[in-house]
């Protein structure tokens, strides 16, 4: 019998189910979810759920791809609540041991991981899951590398059944060499993830009339590019993420292009909720110092924002009173 996993072609010596399958190559049930014939195999069937000649399979798991002022200074997504304002991504880093290293000084609660195919020739290698207990963080799946709606539903409806989550981040690229976000598959994908049941938090352009589009179908939190994902360049459109935050009533986070310390307190300061990364973190020298900064200066801003800043003038105003002067 032959039948092809991850697109490979593979012969099986006889009549197996799937979790006997799991099993033969090494790899744990409970870490992996299994689509069978672009169907969804539950977790609970594998072992009644038998496996025919020409299945196409497809075996997926994790990959790794904020500071709390107060007891009320929180934000909540989906009726969960959050006092890390900083969320990181689990990619770039040299190694597994480097990611939870970084993780645990940015002070994150909620980490973005990506859904990829289980390495078959090698099913013992170390998964995330072994590093970043998903019972301490809370896992984001997100659509990573999807161009397409019918890509980024595929790809979160495997998620789910890994790991039961249905709180997601939804990106849906237009092209490799931006990485921008293709908004007509947005709106799609969204629309179809939160009549399947998803929670969505989603990737979008700096458009305020976008991004009120996909709170008003239901998306759980707006996430607009501060700049190209991985750039590195900071808040680009200041105007317009603050447009969007003052229009919103779910969280709205900055996601893409922070470089710096100070481009997150930057974000922090237009009232941002949150702020989402990992190339600035994982990409810098020392990404272990780079998440500590992280976490600081998002403590900053947000503290900042609160505080409320000075106004701007025209012109100077001294500090020191001008009565006695000598």
């Known amino acids: 019998m032959q039948v092809t996993i991850n697109g490979e072609q593979k012969d099986l010596d006889g009549p197996l189910s799937v979790a006997q399958l799991l099993v033969s190559i ?9 689509e069978r014939n672009l169907e969804i195999v539950p977790k609970s069937t594998y072992d009644s759920v038998g496996l025919g000649d020409g299945d196409k399979l497809e075996i997926v798991h994790f990959i790794g791809g904020g500071a709390q002022l107060s ?4 934000f909540e997504v989906a009726d969960r609540k959050f006092w890390s304002r900083l969320l990181v991504g689990t990619g770039k ?4 041991e480097e990611t939870k ?17 289980v390495n078959l020739t090698d099913p013992n290698q170390p998964m995330l899951v072994d590093y970043v207990d998903p019972k301490v963080y809370t896992y984001l799946p997100n659509t990573a590398g999807c161009y397409t709606a019918d890509e980024a539903v595929r790809t ?3 998620a789910r059944e890994a790991g039961g989550w249905d709180l997601v981040k939804l990106e849906v690229l237009g092209d490799q060499k ?4 293709n908004m007509a598959e947005t709106f799609a994908a969204a629309e179809a993830l939160i009549e399947d049941g998803f929670k ?15 709170e008003d179908m239901g998306c759980v939190a707006i996430m607009p590019l501060g700049s190209l994902i991985g750039s590195g360049l900071g808040i680009l459109n200041p105007v317009n993420i603050r447009l969007i935050k003052e229009q919103s009533s779910v969280p ?7 470089g710096s310390a100070s481009d997150a307190a930057v974000a922090m300061e237009l009232g941002c909720d949150g702020v989402l990364m990992n190339t600035a973190i994982a990409g810098a020298k020392d990404p272990i110092k780079m998440a500590k900064a992280m976490k600081l200066a998002i403590e900053a801003g947000r503290l900042s924002y609160l505080a409320g800043r000075m106004p701007k003038k025209s012109y100077a105003d001294p500090s020191s009173p001008l009565a006695g002067l000598i």
């Open 200 to 214: 969505v938090m989603v990737y979008c352009s700096d458009d305020p009339i976008a991004a009120k589009r996909l």
């Open 156 to 158: 979160l409806r495997l």
């Open 178 to 181: 931006t990485l921008y976000p």
């Open 101 to 117: 290293a970084a993780i645990e000084a940015s002070g994150a609660e909620i980490v973005t991981v990506a859904v990829r195919r």
């Open 252 to 258: 709205v986070l900055v996601d893409a292009g922070v």
């Open 71 to 74: 007891d009320d200074d929180f």
């Open 26 to 34: 090494g790899l744990d049930p409970t870490k992996v979810a299994v």
């Open 93 to 96: 880093y040299k190694d597994f």
